[in-house]
């Protein structure tokens, strides 16, 4: 990028928004890292979670029909 033409405050200001961006962009990223990896944490945990109280009920079902 050629910015002989904003002068030196100019070519200042925008090297240091530049560089701001990119804390901002690496910022974002690993906090949309965390989120993905928070988001598979929960799913796991729900498919756990789901496959012992499906188990669970056939378990009850089955111990209610030998009570019947």
């Known amino acids: 990028m050629d910015l002989s033409g904003l002068g030196v405050l100019g070519r200042e200001f925008a090297a240091a928004w530049a560089e701001a961006a990119g804390v901002h962009a690496s910022t974002l990223s690993t906090a949309g890292n965390l989120v993905t990896a ?7 945990y729900g498919a756990d979670v789901t496959g ?12 209610e029909s030998e009570v019947a």
């Open 38 to 44: 928070y988001q598979d944490i929960l799913n796991r």
């Open 52 to 63: 012992i109280d499906t188990g669970l009920a056939g378990d009850l079902r089955a111990t």
